[in-house]
């Protein structure tokens, strides 16, 4: 079983900085890409950011491009989102993804959110 953990959410001031990081765990053959989602109040869950397993290659939504930078540390299996000149509407709770290979074959995985909220 591969799960995913999520630190790092909190309460922030408006241009202010918060870095998040989800670290996959279990029976991982390998890792193909992972990712941040985010579902703000009243909202759909939409993108954020994802990045693959050599992190050579990273994607981030226009929203966030400028402002927040996915990275991965393969050695500890851990992807990090660091969020600066945060603004209020990044108020969300913020979901890892993984797409991962395991002894059962490849799946889709998702941490258990993390709520941050960009607040004075």
């Known amino acids: 079983q591969v799960q995913l953990m999520e630190f790092g959410g909190g309460l922030v001031q408006p241009g202010g900085s918060l870095k998040l990081s989800c670290a996959a765990s279990g029976s991982i053959v390998s890792i193909n890409t992972m990712g941040w989602y985010r579902q703000g109040p009243g909202k759909a869950r939409e993108f954020v950011a994802g990045?693959?397993?050599?992190?050579?290659?990273?994607i981030h939504a226009d929203s966030v491009k400028g402002r927040f930078t996915i990275s991965i540390d393969n050695a500890k299996n851990t992807v990090y989102l660091q969020m600066n000149s945060m603004r209020p509407e990044d108020t969300a709770v913020y979901y890892c993804?993984?797409?991962?290979?395991?002894?059962?074959?490849?799946?889709?995985?998702w941490g258990q959110g993390t709520q941050v909220t960009v607040s004075s």
């Open positions: 993804h993984a797409i991962i290979t395991g002894i059962s074959g490849q799946r889709n995985y």
């Open positions: 990045i693959n397993s050599g992190g050579e290659s990273t």
